[in-house]
């Protein structure tokens, strides 16, 4: 039986998907290390690739990477699954009802221009320098992130279908089940995507406001000496963070909504 060949020009199995984004690495890595050595940039003010990683590994050792990785991804994923609970279940709300859309919309707008780190203050004061009022901030800019996505995806269902159901005698979670879920469930899974990497953001303005752990915390306490090679591993851990999350959650989602091609 003649083996199976591969159309010309695409890669065979995974690598033709890692491919182009180990090449882009790898050209960013090349040009970070040229502008460190050579870029004119005053000494320690721009590790290389190679001091980044002697950074990480040292904090790897210390063991501060794993309490600080550990505290940050406590309070983001608590912050993340209360802000998608919340915002998912708004979203649905207002994009199937538009007299509550109608109510609901405006002060949603109002709100989202408003920055979880304008609020930390506020915060603080109601709640202190604890948990509660990080985890709060990040569900909030979760929330009205994953409300944008889930309500638009939700009033963009044809009203048909919906009509179609009701006529043939499906009841309201049968409706909602066999027919809104399945049609939306795109737009839900991009609202997680986006919302996870709202919950790294918003994680960082929590931790600045005041926290003895974490990987922002972390950032500041390394920006006050000036070890900007262990800042530049922060960052590098908050975006591999970051891309993991993300391919996570579009994993599941190929999996789960596999009648979508996002």
Excluded: C, N
């Amino acid at each position: 039986m003649p083996a199976t060949t591969s159309p010309p020009g695409h890669a065979p199995g995974r690598l033709g998907r890692i491919g182009p984004a180990l090449g882009a690495a790898g050209v960013v890595l090349a040009l970070w290390y040229l502008l460190a050595r050579y870029g004119g940039v005053a000494p320690g003010l721009l590790p290389t690739p190679g001091e980044t990683a002697a950074a990480l590994v040292d904090s790897a050792r210390g063991g501060t990477l794993a309490t600080d990785l550990g505290a940050s991804l406590a309070r983001a994923g608590q912050g993340f699954a209360l802000g998608a609970v919340l915002g998912g279940a708004l979203g649905f709300t207002t994009g199937y009802l538009p007299r509550l859309s109608a109510a609901v919309t405006p002060v949603v707008s109002f709100l989202r221009p408003i920055p979880a780190i304008a609020l930390v203050p506020l915060a603080t004061a109601w709640f202190g320098i604890g948990e509660t009022a990080k985890r709060l901030l990040i569900a909030y800019a979760v929330l009205l992130a994953v409300w944008l996505y889930v309500h638009d995806g939700v009033s963009r269902v044809p009203v048909s279908h919906l009509r179609a159901a009701r006529s043939l005698g499906a009841p309201l979670h049968r409706r909602f089940a066999e027919v809104l879920l399945p049609a939306a469930a795109p737009a839900l899974l991009a609202a997680l995507r986006y919302g996870a990497s709202v919950a790294l953001l918003a994680l960082v303005a929590a931790e600045l406001g005041g926290a003895d752990s974490g990987l922002a915390y972390r950032l500041q306490v390394d920006g006050q000496f000036l070890r900007v090679d262990r800042m530049f591993a922060g960052l590098l851990v908050l975006g591999l963070l970051g891309v993991a999350v993300d391919l996570v959650l579009a994993a599941i989602g190929r999996r789960v909504v596999h009648w979508s091609a996002s």
